[in-house]
């Protein structure tokens, strides 16, 4: 990839480069920050878009399809290269490329602030020929002319696909969050078929713990229900200790170990969760990116033989 990426082995320390600040510091920051953010939300999402009339809930189609098209189930590699992506609704120049470098040998991709705009399904389907694309409709901007929603992209058809729509919506604007919930294939070397549960979640965001909760618990649901491998990841939106904390402890419930974060200057939001694989590597980039105001996690994954698997 022309040295665009550095392939480094996970380093814990990389995430605490900030953590230099006194504890009153970031106490004060937890008091104000959700005011900011709640700020900030509406002037991106209600006043930019024109008005709150502007945003529609029009729902009844579930899901927006494109990219490749795969005309019979096929199964993902036992060993392969997963991304993980805010792209800010495809909102800042520079997104084509930046996908087109990121994607190239990516077997799997979740992104949360998707589109379905023609411009950027044109962007993302040129960028990597190779993706099919599922995008799990959350609400409709009548300015835009578009839904927004969660895109999980592979270079496979899955099994299934559910989407889930948040219990409860955004303040002002009233719009809820949508999660994708896709079942793929890995054949693992003995001639089994394992079922892989790939969970792609964009939490919801200005609401209390509560209601945070209720939507955390929608989601968890359907992982349980699943006792195979999983992949459970995304924008958490985790700005406060007490999100991060419940998101950890609900997924330590599940048997889900955290396979890599997105740390910011100040928050971590992303997050990928896993069951029943192996992190092989974590690879960052070796240049800012800045078609989105959240950095990309990309991992290399390997499905672990210890389970006993079952043809399905």
């Known amino acids: 990839m022309g040295g665009l990426y550095n392939v480094k082995k996970f380093d814990s320390t990389r995430t605490n480069r900030a953590g230099s600040c006194a504890t009153s510091d970031r106490r004060w920051l937890a008091r104000i920050l959700p005011c900011v953010l709640l700020f900030l939300a509406l002037a991106d999402g209600a006043f930019a878009s024109g008005t709150c009339q502007d945003i529609v809930n029009k729902t009844a189609n579930d899901f927006t399809f494109f990219g490749a098209r795969h005309g019979e189930n096929k199964t993902l590699p036992t060993r392969l290269r997963l991304i993980v992506w805010n792209v800010y609704k495809g909102g800042k120049p520079g997104l084509a490329t ?6 190239q040998s990516a077997q799997l991709v979740l992104l949360q602030e998707a589109t379905d705009h023609p411009k950027f399904m044109t962007e993302l389907s040129n960028a990597n020929e190779s993706i099919s694309w599922a995008m799990a409709r959350s609400f409709y901007q009548e300015r835009a002319g578009s839904f927004t929603g969660v895109a999980t992209g592979s270079t496979v058809k899955p099994l299934a696909q559910k989407k889930l729509l948040s219990p409860v919506s955004e303040p002002i604007t009233n719009t809820p969050k949508s999660t994708l919930v896709s079942d793929f294939a890995m ?3 003995d001639g089994y078929v394992e079922r892989v549960r790939v ?25 349980r229900e699943h006792d195979g491998p999983v992949i459970f990841a ?5 700005w406060s200790p007490w999100r991060t904390w419940f998101l950890h402890q609900a997924a330590k419930r599940l048997g889900l170990s955290q396979a890599h974060h997105s740390p910011g200057l100040f928050l971590t939001l992303d997050y990928i969760f896993t069951r029943g694989f192996k992190r092989i590597s974590t690879e960052y980039p070796g240049r800012p990116i800045k078609s989105s105001d959240h950095e990309p996690m990309i991992l290399n994954l390997e499905l672990e033989l210890k389970r006993t698997q079952q043809r399905i």
């Open 98 to 103: 930046d996908f087109q470098d990121l994607s």
């Open 187 to 189: 054949v693992t070397p």
């Open 199 to 223: 969970v792609n979640m964009h939490a919801i965001n200005f609401v209390g713990n509560f209601s945070f909760m209720l939507h955390i618990k929608q989601v968890i649901r359907a992982i």
């Open 234 to 238: 995304g924008d958490f939106n985790t």
